[in-house]
């Protein structure tokens, strides 16, 4: 259920009647709203009108206060979601120095860590877009300098001036566990030698 914050609460309802629904969800059915203001006083909960369009207006018995805070918590979490879905981008020039390579190369690491997909950039100025191969380059030098914590997705694309990596985070792996002595192999046991056989007597003699 979905309340919005404009919604009218307790005394805010002003219609003389509505269609009440009650704190467990079960169809109280059509009351003054007086009567229901005083069921709710009643239960020690709020009177919310949750479909004002409705003819006569529904509304419900609940704990609007706790209500509003565990909605407020979701979209709390729904941001913090999104933010860790989007996408940050970092550019390169072709002409890149080492310094500003490992710096921008830093940035790209600190996002993968956070859990973000990082779009990686090089940026090509004027007769540079004749050598692709030169940002092919940077984009194979920054996948190799963070290979221990992100990979490539897909190969690297034109658009317009730019040539344009996707970097996701790896999967964290799980821990191998460490194999007890009980839980190593035993050795095969070695098969018994056979007796050596009896001569067999002449039958003949």
């Given at each position: 259920m979905n309340i919005a914050k404009e919604h009218k609460v307790n005394e805010q309802i002003r219609v003389?009647?509505?269609?009440?629904?009650?704190?467990?969800?079960?169809?109280?059915?059509?009351?003054?709203?007086?009567d229901a203001m005083n069921m709710a006083r009643e239960a020690g909960m709020d009177l919310v009108m949750v479909s004002p369009q409705a003819v006569p207006?529904?509304?419900?018995?609940?704990?609007?206060?706790?209500?509003r805070?565990?909605?407020?918590?979701?979209?709390?979490?729904?941001?913090?979601?999104?933010?860790?879905?989007?996408?940050?981008?970092?550019?390169?020039?072709v002409k890149i120095d080492d310094h500003d390579f490992n710096t921008k190369t830093g940035h790209v690491r600190r996002f993968l860590e956070e859990g973000h997909k990082v779009k990686v950039t090089i940026m090509f100025r004027g007769r540079e877009r004749t050598?692709?191969?030169?940002?092919?380059?940077?984009?194979?030098?920054?996948?190799?300098?963070?290979?221990?914590?992100?990979?490539?997705?897909?190969?690297?694309?034109?658009?317009?001036?730019?040539?344009?990596?996707?970097?996701?985070?790896?999967?964290?792996?799980?821990?191998?566990?460490?194999?007890?002595?009980?839980?190593?192999?035993?050795?095969?046991?070695?098969?018994?030698?056979p007796a050596p056989s009896e001569p067999v007597a002449n039958a003949g003699a």
């Open positions: 003389r009647q509505i269609r009440l629904i009650g704190a467990e969800g079960e169809q109280v059915g059509i009351i003054d709203t007086r207006p529904v509304c419900r018995l609940l704990d609007y206060g706790r209500f805070y565990e909605q407020q918590q979701n979209e709390k979490e729904n941001r913090k979601r999104a933010r860790a879905q989007e996408v940050k981008a970092i550019k390169f020039r050598h692709p191969e030169l940002g092919e380059r940077i984009l194979v030098r920054v996948a190799e300098s963070l290979a221990d914590i992100g990979a490539p997705e897909g190969t690297p694309s034109m658009m317009g001036m730019d040539m344009n990596m996707i970097m996701t985070p790896r999967a964290e792996k799980p821990a191998k566990k460490e194999r007890s002595a009980e839980d190593a192999p035993s050795a095969p046991a070695t098969a018994a030698e």
